[in-house]
Nanobody, 120 residues
């Protein structure tokens, strides 16, 4: 019942910008957190940014000051604005939702991934 649809990836020159979005169809679940992960070739998946239902955000050190995560709870959508991109940002980016019911268990879901390539 849960589907995540990503958009916004592409090719950009160093110093450029890209915006990613991810919309979720969550049925009756409550959204507890939304975020973005990425995985570069030969590297393990890492957390890029996360935003909780209370609006608190957290970023990995390498993107602080350059990326901004935001969410629209009414639209069940998470966004990632990426500025001043560098080649090290090249990766497949996956959106993330933590879902559950008020008194039940919580589950993690990921989108299909979108390629971000920063040329060097």
């Amino acid at each position: 019942q849960v589907q995540l649809v990503e958009s916004g990836g592409g090719l950009v020159q160093p110093g450029g910008s890209l915006s990613l979005s991810c919309a979720a169809s969550v049925d009756i679940f409550t959204i507890y957190a939304m975020g973005w992960y990425r995985q570069a070739p030969g590297k393990q998946r890492e957390l890029v940014a996360i935003i909780t239902s209370g609006g608190n955000t957290n970023y990995t050190d390498s993107v602080k000051g350059r990326f901004t995560i935001s969410g629209d709870n009414a639209k069940d959508t998470v966004y990632l604005q990426m500025n001043f991109l560098i080649p090290e940002d090249t990766a497949v980016y996956y959106c993330y939702f933590r879902l559950g019911r008020s008194w039940g268990p919580r589950y993690d879901y990921w989108g299909q991934g979108t390629q971000v390539t920063v040329s060097s």
